[in-house]
Every structure is written in C-alpha cells, then in structure tokens.
C-alpha cells in the first residue's frame, strides 16, 4: 500500500517538475522569437580579410570643425588608425614599401554616424544594416550579456559590425512577482532599494557595461540615489525621467544624458496637470513658455539629449494609416521576429502604436491627430530651444520600434532634425562629434591618431542632409567596404529575413 503511495507521489513530483521545466522553454522560446532571435543569421557577418593599410587619396575632407570640405586630401589609414591626413602624399611607407592606393575620386569623407539610440535585441543582422547605412558606432540602450559578447566578437575582429557602446538594461522598481516576470521576460535590471540598486551597478560596471540607464519605472529614490554609486564605479547615468520624478529631481540626479527629447515633454506635462485632445494648445504656450529656462539648465548642468524626433513625429500616421507608414519604410530589412510580434511588432494587427477599436470612436481620427500631433510639436519646439543654447544633442532613433528600421532610420531622423530646425551641419555633428565627445571615444573626427571609422560620399551633406545617404563606402576599424559589399550586407540580410518570414509583407514593398 505504502509503496503505491510512493510511486503517485514522485511521479506527481516529476509530471510538476516536467511541466515547469517546459513552462520555463515555451516563454524562453516566444520570448527569443519576439526578440528577433529565431531569424535565420545573415550569412556576411564573420569578419573577413580586408584592406587595412592604404592610401585614399583624392578625398574632399571634413574638417575638425565639421562645417567645411578641404579638397583634394590624401588619407592614409593602417591598422584600424587615421594615420596621416595632407595633399599628394607618398604612396610608400618610410621603408620604401609601397601602400595601395584607393582613389576616393574627389569624394567626401566624413566621420561614420553614431545612432546614440538603439534596441539591438538578439539578432547580429541588424549589425549589417548599420554599417550599410554608414553607422560604425551604435549606443545599445537595453544591453545585456550578448550584447557585450557581440562587442568583444567585433572588436576581436570575428563579427563585422559597428563599434558597440553597451548602456546596461533599464534600472526599474517593481513588486516582487511582476519584477521577476519582467526581469526574466524582459532582461530589465529589477532593483528594490537605493542599496541594491547601489551593488546592481558595481557589478554592471565589474561586468564591462559602459552605463546605466533609468527607466520610467525607476522609483524616485533610487532615481536620486543612483547616480553618485555610478559616477564611482565609472559608468553614465542616462535615460528616462522617471514617472515619479520631476525636473528639480533630473537636475539632482547626476543623469550626464536624457534618452530622448521626448522624456522633456511628459514631464513638462506631468506639471501642466496632463493635456487632452481637448486643450493642446495651451500645452504648447505651456511648453513655449517654460522651454527656454529649461533648455538653460540643461545646459548649465551639462546634460546631453537625445533626439529621437522620428519616431514620434511618426505616430499620428501609425495610428491613422499604418499602410502608409510601412510603404515608406523599408521594411524588408526589419526583423521579421519583431515585425510580426504580438509584443513589439509593426504590422497593421499587432502594431505597438495601434489604437484598440474599443477606441476607434465618434472622432477618434481628430483625437488623435490633435494629441499626438501636439505631442510631436513640443518636442521641436524643445529641440529648437536645447540648439539655440548650446545643449548637445545627439542622434538617436530608437531603431527597432516601429517604423525605426536599423540603420536607415538615422537618415530619416537626420531630415527630421532638419524639419525641425537645425542646420545641416548641426546635425552631422550631433551624429559624429557630439556622441564621440559625450563617449570620450576617439571617432567623430577625420583626424590623424583618430579611430578610421569613416564613409565616403557621392554628394555634399552640409549642403543638404540628404546627401548622407549617397554612400560610396564605408571604413569599420580601417577595414573598406566598397558599395558592392555594403549591397551584399544589405542583401544578405534581406534573404536571411525573407527565409523567416511568417507573414507576407509584399503589398507594402
Ligand atoms: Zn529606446
């Protein structure tokens, strides 16, 4: 009898222990798929041998200023390093060897981009589509461990990609069984107290991130907290402001960067009492009259900003006619894993921005587009005022949210930057200079001793921002990719996508 018993309760042990561990695989599964990372890897992603000491010769140079072209300049670049910069340098070496030479065809060189903003997730393929585009530095804004194996991969040279900046995973505070959930589905930095919120960090920085980021749904304690732990353990403060924090709090907080101009406008709301459809305008006096006496002490406390202008300026057309927005983006390059998720996908029935139909009522079309519209508005006008007093501002995009498609969405945050008021060459500089300063990294520049992160353009970017699209090629770490590779990356990726797809996305092509 006993042993009867005995063999119902261990095989109930083992049916619960059974169906935990597959509990456990199905969400580590869905969790890996809405990430990305079931995509199929595209097949150019191993670092192959490539030119590494040669002369360009014949380029137009940016100069250090970044707002004139010298002509007719030589570069010689050797082992990853801008080794010389000058007119009609010799084609050998010291020794008397010769140095190939690569005519840049009169051509302008600048400094590669840097999208200070972005989600890589788990697939390496978008790596592809930045160096496409011209991006050799990317700040990942939720990193994890793979982020900074993928780093040592790239700077080991096996994995081709961009120089990776790696900012840990958002701090949050939540309860004890949502903090789990969220931690283990989402890889957020769950902390509880300033205390553990204080080790968290040291063992970030011991675990080579480069900084932390604050999350909305930091608690205002360990939002005021955390910064001074971080200072001393040599990682950035960035991110969000937090929901329970204000701007008194921001200035307090020792945060060296806000993540996206757009934090600025929720918590000038948060003080206005939060703006409807109704009475948006009035936020936009409202935004107009505090923004230059904000925009000053962000300056005075040295904080830098994120753009990230695109993707907001992109919600009233997501909510009102997602066909559109997809047509104009190229999503054959997206992510399939991403475009389709339930969680964070792009396409018309599961887009992230979608307005639920229990809401699509009466005039919700007219809702919308005074809300988001106003929304979209403030932000410029916070732009425009962070310029005009010298704050830095960096690109960013948020790549990965939709219709931020890696890579080519920094054009697109270049011409809204533009639309909003900045010069041509106010914003390369917040996609070169500005993020290399605020990083202490030596890019951004087309400088001798300097990192030879750079791409060659067919036409003139300070003439018109469109121009930084004209890519002729690109240089990783010294290494040149000409258009003929740049096209394989891009086509690489599109067939590793093509090969994953669930969903048929041809009408929007
Ligand atoms: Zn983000």
Known sequence: ?????????????????????????????????????????????????????????????????????????????????????????????????????????GHFLIPGYTDSHVHLWRSKNDLLLYLANGVTQVREMHGVQRHLNWKKEIDSGALLGPDLYVVASQLATFGFWEGLWIGWTSERNIVHTPEQASERVQQLAKQGYDAVKAS????????????QPAKEAGLELLGHIPMEANLDDLFNAQQSEVAHIEEFVKALDRDFGGY???????????????????????????????????????FTQQKLDIHSALNEHPIEYMNPGLLESAEMG????????????????????????????????????????????????LAGTDANVPVMVPGFSLHREFQAMVNAGMTAPQVLTSATQAPADWMQWPVGKVHSGYRANLVLLRENPLENIEAS?????????????????????????????????AVDIREYL
């Open 216 to 227: 909305s749904f930091v608690s205002r304690e360990i939002y005021l907290a955390i910064g």
């Open 276 to 314: 409807t459809s109704a009475n948006g305008e009035a936020f936009i006096s409202y935004v107009r009259k505090y923004g230059p006496e904000l925009a000053e002490r962000v300056k005075a406390k040295g904080i830098a900003v994120a753009s990230t202008l695109a993707i907001i300026n992109s």
């Open 1 to 105: 009898m006993k042993k009867w018993y005995k063999r119902i309760a261990i095989s109930s042990l083992l049916f619960l222990m059974l169906s935990a561990v597959s509990v456990f695989f199905a969400v580590e599964y869905r969790v890996d798929e809405m990430f990305g990372g079931q995509t199929v890897a595209a097949t150019h992603l191993q670092g192959k041998e490539f030119q590494s000491d040669y002369l360009l010769k014949n380029a137009q140079v940016l100069n250090p200023a970044g707002d004139s072209f010298l002509v007719g300049q030589d570069v010689h670049i050797r082992d990853g390093l801008i080794i010389r910069i000058g007119e009609n340098l010799p084609a050998f070496d010291p020794k008397g060897q010769s140095i190939p030479v690569v005519n840049a065809n």
């Open 346 to 393: 792009w396409l018309p029935d599961v887009n992230r921005y979608r307005v639920d139909e229990q809401y699509r009522k009466d005039d919700w079309r007219e809702r919308v587009e005074k809300y988001w519209g106003r929304y979209a508005e403030a932000q410029n006008i916070l732009l425009q005022e962070f310029v005009s007093k010298g704050v830095p501002i």
């Open 469 to 501: 699209r004209t890519i002729e090629s690109v240089i990783i770490r010294g290494n040149l990719l000409d258009r003929k590779t740049l096209d394989q990356l891009l086509n690489s990726v599109k067939k590793a996508n093509d090969s994953s797809r």
